[in-house]
Structures are given as structure tokens and as C-alpha cells.
Nanobody
């Protein structure tokens, strides 16, 4: 089992910056992909950014050029640097990870995990 803990959310004025962190911990596992989703009130959850085990990244069109996702494999942690924040970025941001979990030497599985979310509020 893998637990994801997000941090770094808060209140910021438009044009400001925040840096979100997501740390993965638990039983023996290997992270395959990690990313960030967000959900604003009354809206569907959407992908914000993701990063593969090889370092390939992708971003939602709405955040390209403003957000940067990065990965520290030694700490099983990803970050989301958010610059030039806009009120429409206001949402709960969720970390997610696709991981290979080692149960025994012979028994492993690929599973997806979600964090509890961290609130980001951008005021105009």
C-alpha cells in the first residue's frame, strides 16, 4: 500500500506563486507515473500535470507556461511549481501515482493511489 501526502496549498493573490509537494510512502513500491489533478467547485476533476518514470511531462493547456511538475526519485516526491496564478486555478489539488507494489518476491501488482488533496485559493 502507498500513501500520498500533499502539502503547500494555501491562499495567494493573483499573479503569485505556490509550490505543492507530494510525498509517497508505504510498503515496498516503485513509482511509475505521478501527477496532479484538481477539482474546482461544481466542476469535474481534471488533469493538471503528470510526469513519467522517464521524466516525460505533460500539462493541461490552461497551465502550460505557468506550472512546472518535477520529480525527486530519491524521495519519492513530486512538486508542482505554480506561477502567475489566476483565480480560475482555485481548486483542491490532488496528487496521484501509479505504482508497482511489491507484496512478495513473486507477487506484485500495479495500483493507482490518490492523496487527500490540498486547497489552493487564488484571490483576484
Amino acid at each position: 500500500q502507498v500513501q500520498l501526502v500533499e502539502s503547500g496549498g494555501g491562499l495567494v493573490q493573483a499573479g503569485g506563486s505556490l509550490r505543492l509537494s507530494c510525498a509517497a510512502s508505504g510498503n515496498t513500491f516503485s513509482i511509475i507515473d505521478m501527477g496532479w489533478h484538481r477539482q474546482a467547485p461544481g466542476k469535474q476533476r481534471e488533469l493538471v500535470a503528470s510526469i513519467s518514470n522517464g521524466g516525460n511531462t505533460n500539462y493541461a493547456d490552461s497551465v502550460k507556461g505557468r506550472f512546472t511538475i518535477s520529480r525527486d526519485n530519491t524521495k519519492n516526491t513530486i512538486y508542482l511549481q505554480m506561477n502567475s496564478l489566476k483565480p480560475e486555478d482555485t481548486a483542491v489539488y490532488y496528487c496521484n501515482a501509479d505504482a508497482q507494489v511489491v507484496h512478495t518476491t513473486a507477487v506484485r501488482s500495479y495500483m493507482n493511489f490518490w492523496g487527500q488533496g490540498t486547497q489552493v485559493t487564488v484571490s483576484s
